[in-house]
């Protein structure tokens, strides 16, 4: 029974994360849209500020929503991961799924940012209680 709830917490802390990530990248994305509109940004610097959003968004979206002190590096990782097909399918359904492009940087960045925030929101977690 204890194994059950501590399963289902753990998919709540994933599924959050993947949300609040998600709330998060698209407000980032949307600011930075106003800032590249508005200012002359090189194109060279869009792809790098982009992967930055990701990882920032995954990031804070760890350290807000784990609540289950336990099992940081496989949430974090496994909820990189779907943060990064999540958006994906947002992103590319907003274009319409005209000129879709996978990209090998998120599979492996995203995955590795929320396995090491998983790890550092699980012991923050522990520290306080």
């Known amino acids: 029974m204890e194994k ?10 994933v599924l959050k994360t993947v949300l609040f990530s998600t709330l ?7 600011i930075f849209a ?6 002359s940004v090189p194109n060279n610097v869009i792809l790098p500020v982009n992967i930055a959003i990701k990882i920032l968004s ?8 784990f ?9 974090g990782a496994i909820s990189g ?11 590319s359904a907003l274009t319409g799924f005209k000129d879709v ?17 998983g790890i550092l929101a699980v012991n923050i977690k522990a520290r306080k209680n």
Not at 24 to 30: D, E, F, T
Not at 34 to 39: H, S
Not at 101 to 117: C, E, N, Q
């Open 67 to 75: 609540k289950n002190a336990q099992n940081g590096l496989l949430k």
């Open 24 to 30: 998060i990248s698209l407000g980032l994305v949307l």
């Open 101 to 117: 492009k996978f990209s090998w940087i998120d599979l492996v960045t995203l995955p590795i940012a929320g396995a090491i925030s």
């Open 4 to 13: 059950t709830k501590n399963i289902k917490a753990d998919v709540v802390d």
């Open 81 to 91: 991961l779907l943060y990064m097909l999540f958006t994906f399918l947002i992103f």
């Open 34 to 39: 106003i800032i590249v509109r508005f200012a």
């Open 58 to 65: 995954v990031f804070v979206g760890v350290l807000i929503s």
